[in-house]
């Protein structure tokens, strides 16, 4: 096996263990089993908790920002409309790998909020990105200006990963979130129709 090829079968273990039982579960000892390798290679490849957690976040980002960009890349008469429900349905956790993903991302902001040295870099670096993104197709409706498209981007990330927390935890049914979100499009939609 090649040395990329080990280093990403241990982030891929980083990431299950992340999206299984959350962020006190990632110990080095944890990785090399959940891996099958030995300890002494998850710290040649690693150095540290704290470093395996920084390069499985910018591995996860950039696939994340990939995965959002394919989702919502429509074009034409109400694209970006369509974009943001598009963002929706693939932030709301309402499967097992939408729920696994989730919990990777909370992990891993906790790690940014709480050890800003660890991964503040690499999690805001996707947060911008993936605004950018978004705001950049909100905006090439010509009814919205890049200011509100900013802000538009914003508001639509703030709304879905605060459902889909509330979502994990057992707070609003998966029925209710949709529901949340429906009345949302359609807002945004009856407000750029005006």
Wanted: net charge negative; aromatic share 4%.
């Amino acid at each position: 096996m090649s040395e990329s090829q080990r280093r990403e079968q241990i982030l891929d273990a980083v990431e299950r263990l992340l999206g299984r039982e959350g962020l006190h579960a990632v110990t080095m000892r944890a990785v090399a089993a959940e891996a099958g390798v030995s300890l002494r290679l998850v710290q040649y490849y690693g150095e540290s908790k704290e470093r395996l957690l920084t390069a499985a976040l910018e591995r996860l980002a950039d696939r994340s920002l990939q995965r959002w960009r394919a989702r919502t890349a429509v074009r034409g008469e109400g694209a970006a409309v369509a974009a943001v429900r598009a963002f929706f349905d693939e932030a709301l956790p309402t499967d097992e790998d939408g729920r696994a993903f989730h919990r990777v991302g909370v992990c891993l902001e906790l790690l940014a909020i709480t050890r800003p040295d660890t991964a503040t870099t690499a999690y805001r670096d996707h947060l911008r990105a993936l605004a950018d993104h978004l705001a950049g197709i909100i905006g090439a409706d010509e009814r919205v200006d890049a200011a509100r498209a900013g802000r538009i981007a914003t508001e639509v990330m703030a709304l879905a990963h605060g459902l889909g927390s509330l979502l994990m935890a057992g707070g609003v049914t998966q029925e209710h979130a949709e529901g949340v979100v429906g009345d949302y499009v359609a807002g945004l939609q009856a407000r750029w129709s005006e």
